[in-house]
């Protein structure tokens, strides 16, 4: 068990969302569940990319904000593509800069390795040309990114 876990508070369907993320990454499973006194699953952990979460149904008190977000490393545009498709799925919404949230208000970065690596170029032209590009996306283009970084 890791020591330290991120704690998700959901209003009443932390079921679905645990369900939503073990199908959507790879190397993922669901937990433990706690099921209330009706048999409903009211909490439980799971397990994305090999990191420990756990989920609560803690009711409407407590909203997710984007100050916390989860980040996600792609390693090409082809898994930027696909999670975000899947994460903005029936409901979910666009931000900027590679940021979206899912159907239950949860924020995720979608983030393809290029980016970082143009970002940090030692070239600083180079690495402003690409963070000049990147202010303009919603999802990020690792194609535009390079060309953008490259003047072209």
Not at 48 to 73: C, R, W
């Amino acid at each position: 068990m890791q020591k330290i876990r991120t704690f998700l508070w959901f209003d009443g369907d932390v079921e679905e969302a645990m369900k939503l993320y073990t199908s959507i990454f790879k190397n993922s499973k669901m937990g433990d569940l706690m099921r209330g006194p009706d048999g409903k699953v009211t909490g439980g952990t799971f397990t994305l990319e090999g990191v420990e979460f756990m989920g609560l149904n803690g009711g409407p008190q407590f909203k997710f904000t984007e100050a916390i977000s989860l980040f996600v490393d792609c390693k090409d545009q082809r898994e930027v593509d696909e999670l975000w498709s899947k994460l903005i799925a029936d409901g979910g919404e666009e931000s900027q800069c590679g940021w979206l949230k899912d159907k239950f208000g949860l924020s995720w970065q979608i983030i393809p390795a290029a980016l970082m690596e143009l970002l940090g170029d030692k070239d600083p032209a180079r690495a402003k040309r690409a963070t000049d590009a990147m202010l303009k996306m919603r999802k990020i283009d690792v194609a535009t990114l390079r060309r953008a970084a490259d003047g072209a």
